[in-house]
């Protein structure tokens, strides 16, 4: 069980990655994925005929929306990352140097 443990470890951390990573370009890219999402819709309403205009329309918006929630979010999970890995940093810093004594000892 040890190797399977092991190879689902290392996929739930590729996993992690992968988002962070799907997150980022997200991000970068949402303009581009917003014209996107807008002429995939365009080519819908015309392949339908505008039967379904309404319905096209809230689901192209809500796309987006949720384009910019994934990218939100892993802007806010990368920012923790990057808190907590300066935050170790400091700490393994600190620990590394003497303090000095306290006042009320003599010195």
Not at 5 to 30: P, R, S, T, V
Not at 36 to 41: A, E
Not at 75 to 97: F, H, I, L, M, V
């Amino acid at each position: 069980m040890g190797v399977m443990d092991n190879l689902k470890g290392k996929a739930e951390e590729l996993a992690g990655e992968l988002k962070e990573k799907a997150g980022q370009l997200a991000g970068q890219h949402n303009e581009k994925i917003d014209e996107l999402v807008d002429k995939t819709g365009e080519a819908i309403d015309k392949a339908t005929k505008g039967k379904y205009s309404e319905k096209i329309t809230s689901s192209a918006e809500k796309a987006k929306g949720a384009v910019d929630h994934f990218a939100e979010k892993a802007k806010g999970e990368q920012a923790k990352g990057e808190q907590a890995r300066t935050e170790e940093s400091g700490a393994e810093q600190a620990g590394d140097t003497e303090q000095p004594p306290s006042g009320d000892q003599p010195g």
